[in-house]
């Protein structure tokens, strides 16, 4: 199983950016899919997750500014990003639930102010 992220960039503060993870493979059935982000110098946190039934989670930092949504037809998951800040600046990382955890490469976003 691979995932495949993309959509991460510069942007100001205030703007918005769409991120897009399709995951390829042997796959049956994802369990959950979603993103976790880390700041310089700081531990990978969950910004969102969503379940194969469309329930999502969010950190408390990205209530109400990111929405996270997948495509099962095409195992694919985004996160689109409205309204950033400057602390939203990370690597942003794809997981995937498929009977064990795996993880894209990474896409930084960076937000200037």
């Known amino acids: 199983v691979q995932l495949q992220a993309s959509g991460g960039g510069l942007v100001q503060a205030g703007g918005s950016l769409r991120l897009s993870c399709a995951a390829s493979?042997?796959?049956?059935?994802?369990?959950?899919m979603g993103w976790y982000r880390q700041a310089a110098g700081k531990q990978r946190e969950l910004v969102a997750i969503i379940t194969s039934g469309s329930s999502s989670i969010y950190a408390d930092s990205v209530k109400g500014r990111f929405t996270i949504s997948r495509d099962n037809a095409k195992n694919t998951v985004y996160l689109q990003m409205n309204s950033l800040k400057p602390e939203d600046t990370a690597v942003y990382y794809c997981y995937a639930y498929i009977r064990r955890d795996y993880w894209g490469q990474g896409t930084l976003v960076t937000v200037s102010s």
């Open positions: 493979g042997s796959i049956f059935v994802i369990n959950r």
